[in-house]
């Protein structure tokens, strides 16, 4: 058994480590590195938790059965999970911090003392403020992110779901939560504690439902930050010090990664909270406009204008990821290297369905890093390339954001495809996207549509090659 | 007169905020996906609380409410952990430069 001070040390120092692992990601060569000192961090603090308590019992044992029964899912879904799933992944990771925080406050509610909180019905006030909120925050962390984590698996639809007096609801929710909260401070009644948390778990549920799929980078995010709040709120429950730091930089990371992907949008965090986004729009703009001419072409007219150009650049999307097609387009650009034509990627901040998804599935494509290029490196090189090849991104591209005031997505920043001398545009069909309206550049003079599967056409236009 | 610990707390608590928006904001953008794997994995040191309360139990009766809850949490806390740290090592293993050679 080692003396409260130096465990205090020691979880300072796992504070310390983690903080070191998100640090290590600001450059992919220290990165792995960064990973090392995380593994460390916590295996620093599991360890002196162990020798703080000193009960080697048979209670031990059954620690390290339950730790390696988890252990054991953990390392097999980590193995098994294709990089495409990342989304669904996180959102699922993200619901078990949530319940793991509801289940430790759960347990120091019912057993105080072990927690150095006080005794049953008569728990430290302070104790207690923050285990409800430590509790509440996780219970909407855990429902909210079961809500994602359905809609990115495709298991519940992805569009809005709403209904009338919504906000209102939830606002009320909000509120009673406070006042059960306080309640519950004044009476210590168990009952109260259980209505908090069925009141938590509900309202996550009402956050998320309103959400569109597209919108799922910024609940993700949002999502994150939430289950480092509920560490943080456990953290000074249980007065550590590693939990609490924990907290406060998962806290911060989720709420910069929300702040980008809302930046991304050009749309207000609360704009994209409230929901119902592109749920009316799509029904006026679609009838009048399919009637305009649009050139499409096969595989071989697109390997035909890539053959002849001297510079590419590649804009993924999501439908990219829908359609598997990364291995594909690797191909693809390996061909036209070999005929030396310049090739490089574009990736709008809120590609795909998380931050950050399209880097790692070019990744796992082995696509070198230092071809892939964000929004704002290369938007200028655009005038300068011969072709774009946009493969499953369409919103993004979409030259209506900087030219009508009247469009949802004015003022959102976009990849200034339309600046290339011609753009190819893999597409399965000319249906709108997720903000339901109409995209300008099928219709303009140097698009050419490729209609077809990402995955196939590109393999069709590397034969052609 | 003595200063209350939870102040104490809440400052490193604090503090950390900051720490975290300066060293997140150094983040590459390309590296945003294993950001949200590696902190909900580091998320997951709630496991030492789920491990005191698995441990609270005592010698005649390993399992009892509040144990059981605590024995829950570990197996979901070391799932979050082995997965998230495995899979961002995964996903950074991915991560390569050109080669020069090409």
């Given at each position: 058994m080692i003396s409260v001070n130096l465990s205090a040390v020691f979880y300072l120092i796992s504070g310390v480590l983690f903080i070191l692992a998100l640090r290590g990601l600001s450059s992919p060569e220290t990165s792995r590195q960064g990973n090392f000192f995380g593994i460390?961090?916590?295996?620093?603090?599991?360890?002196?938790?162990?020798l703080s308590i000193g009960n080697f019992s048979s209670g031990f044992v059954y620690v390290l059965i339950f730790l390696l029964i988890g252990g054991l899912i953990g390392a097999f879904i980590a193995y098994k999970i294709p990089m495409t799933a990342m989304p669904e992944l996180v959102a699922g990771f993200h619901s078990l911090v949530g319940l793991a925080a509801v289940f430790v406050a759960i347990s120091a509610f019912l057993n105080p003392e072990a927690f150095n909180l006080g005794y049953p019905g008569d728990i430290k006030l302070g104790s207690l403020i923050e285990m409800s909120i430590g509790a509440?925050?996780?219970?909407?962390?855990?429902?909210?992110?079961?809500?994602?984590?359905?809609?990115?698996?495709?298991?519940?639809?992805?569009?809005?779901?709403?209904?009338k007096g919504q906000h209102p609801l939830n606002a009320l929710m909000l509120i009673s939560i406070v006042v059960v909260t306080y309640f519950l401070c004044s009476t210590q009644s168990s009952n109260l504690f259980w209505i908090l948390l069925s009141i938590s778990f509900l309202i996550g549920f009402l956050l998320i439902i309103p959400i569109g799929g597209a919108d799922m980078p910024v609940v993700i995010s949002m999502l994150n930050s939430y289950s480092g709040w509920a560490a943080a709120g456990i953290g000074f429950t249980l007065e550590n010090t590693a939990l609490i730091i924990t907290g406060a930089l998962v806290g911060s990371s989720g709420a910069i990664l929300s702040y980008i992907m809302c930046k991304g949008m050009n749309r207000?965090?609360?704009?994209?909270?409230?929901g119902g986004?592109?749920?009316?729009?799509?029904?006026?703009?679609?009838?009048?406009?399919?009637?305009?001419?649009?050139?499409?072409?096969?595989?071989?007219?697109?390997?035909?204008?890539?053959?002849?150009a001297s510079s590419v650049i590649i804009v993924p999307g999501y439908g990219m990821a829908v359609a598997q097609a990364q291995h594909a387009l690797r191909e693809m650009v390996d061909t036209l290297k070999k005929n030396d034509i310049?090739?490089?990627?574009?990736?709008?901040?809120?590609?795909?369905?998380?931050?950050?998804?399209?880097?790692?599935?070019?990744?796992?494509?082995?696509?070198p890093y230092d071809e892939v290029f964000e929004l704002e490196e290369i938007n200028n090189d655009f005038a300068n390339a011969d072709v774009a090849f946009v493969i499953g991104a369409n919103d993004v591209t979409n030259p209506v954001a900087k030219t009508d005031p009247q469009s949802p997505i004015y003022g959102m920043p976009v990849l200034d495809v339309e600046k290339c001398k011609s753009v190819l545009f893999v597409k399965r069909s000319l249906s709108p996207g997720y903000a339901g309206i109409d995209n300008d550049l099928f219709y303009r003079e140097n698009t050419l549509m490729l209609f077809a599967d990402a995955k196939k056409m590109t393999e069709d236009i590397t034969k052609n090659l | 007169m003595e200063i209350d610990p939870f102040i104490f707390r809440l400052s490193i608590f604090i503090l950390s905020v900051f720490i975290g928006y300066y060293v997140v904001w150094s983040v590459t953008p390309s590296l945003h996906?294993?950001?949200?794997?590696?902190?909900?994995?580091?998320?997951?040191?709630?496991?030492?609380?789920?491990?005191?309360a698995g441990l609270a139990g005592n010698s005649e009766s390993i399992f009892n409410?509040?144990?059981?809850?605590?024995?829950l949490a570990i197996s979901l806390a070391a799932v979050n952990i082995f997965g998230g740290f495995l899979v961002t090592q995964r996903m950074l293993a991915m991560y390569k430069k050109k080669k020069k050679d090409k």
């Open positions: 460390l961090g916590m295996v620093i603090a599991i360890t002196v938790t162990f509440a925050v996780g219970a909407i962390t855990f429902s909210g992110s079961i809500i994602a984590f359905l809609k990115l698996q495709g298991i519940m639809s992805g569009s809005p779901i709403t209904f207000s965090f609360f704009n994209v909270i409230l986004f592109g749920a009316t729009e799509q029904s006026a703009s679609s009838s009048n406009k399919e009637q305009k001419p649009v050139k499409s072409g096969n595989a071989e007219d697109a390997a035909f204008l890539m053959k002849n310049k090739v490089s990627y574009a990736i709008h901040p809120v590609a795909g369905r998380m931050p950050g998804h399209m880097n790692v599935l070019l990744a796992e494509a082995n696509v | 996906t294993p950001l949200m794997s590696v902190t909900n994995a580091i998320s997951s040191v709630i496991i030492v609380g789920a491990i005191i409410t509040s144990s059981i809850f605590g024995f």
